[in-house]
């Protein structure tokens, strides 16, 4: 079925690194991969999304990256400051209403 | 605009009981989704609802869920009787078009089945 792989699990980075997610799926008839965040205690809230036809979206520190053929989409958080810390989940969906998510990785940053 | 809202944000009962989980979505969203998070794993999908209306309800794990949306504005998920392994975080999301659109989740209820 269809399924989409996160890793890392946890993530540790320094103030000012950068930090990756990397995700996997399956199903390549998937064309919308957004990205959630979702501090402690709160609701998950999208932070960055693409569409099959683009390589790459940009969003101040946040960017993500797709590459079609590997079935691979990337999470790059450039300068990472204290509030990234955060539960960061990955998704898939076909472009119908069912997303499809990977099993979250929790990204700490280290003051 | 308000966000989508759910109820109770915790709940803590024992096996064999009843729940029923609320969510109220964006007002003039007709699109409502279920999902549930076991500890540690993936948000995993559950149903979907256009209006009052089941689109799929594919991911329900048994007929022990009972998902209904009358009037097409609110949902209720009833589990009944509830056992351990439906513990997890269970999160509505609403969206204003389905496909490849963003959908606005709630802040979950916490499920606790002891």
């Known amino acids: 079925g269809e399924n989409v792989e996160q890793h890392p699990s946890t993530l540790s980075v320094q103030e000012g690194d950068s930090a990756v997610i990397k995700c996997t799926y399956s199903?390549?008839?998937?064309?919308?991969f957004p990205w959630y965040k979702q501090e402690l205690g709160k609701r998950p809230q999208l932070i960055i999304d693409?569409?099959?036809?683009?390589g790459e979206k940009k969003d101040q520190r946040i960017a993500v990256t797709l590459n079609k053929t590997a079935k691979h989409f990337s999470l790059h958080i450039t300068e990472t400051q204290p509030e990234d810390s955060a539960v960061y989940f990955c998704?898939?969906?076909?472009?119908?209403?069912?997303?499809?998510f990977g099993t979250g990785t929790r990204l700490k940053v280290l003051a | 605009e308000a966000g989508v809202t759910q109820f109770p944000s915790h709940s803590v009962i024992e096996k064999g009981q009843t729940v029923t989980l609320r969510c109220d979505p964006i007002?003039?969203?007709?699109?409502l989704y279920w999902y549930r998070r076991v500890m540690g794993k993936e948000i995993k999908f559950l149903l979907h609802?256009?209006?009052?209306?089941?689109?799929?309800e594919s991911g329900m794990p048994n007929n022990r869920f009972l998902a209904e949306r009358t009037g097409g504005t609110y949902s209720t998920l009833k589990v009944q009787p509830a056992e351990l392994e439906d513990s997890g975080v269970y999160f509505c999301?609403?969206?204003?078009?389905?496909?490849?659109?963003?959908?606005?989740f709630g802040p979950g209820t916490r499920l606790t089945v002891t």
């Open positions: 999301a609403s969206s204003l078009l389905a496909g490849d659109s963003e959908q606005y």
């Open positions: 609802f256009v209006k009052e209306s089941k689109q799929d």
């Open positions: 199903d390549s008839a998937s064309n919308y």
């Open positions: 007002s003039g969203h007709d699109n």
């Open positions: 693409i569409r099959s036809n683009v």
């Open positions: 998704a898939a969906t076909t472009g119908t209403y069912k997303y499809i």
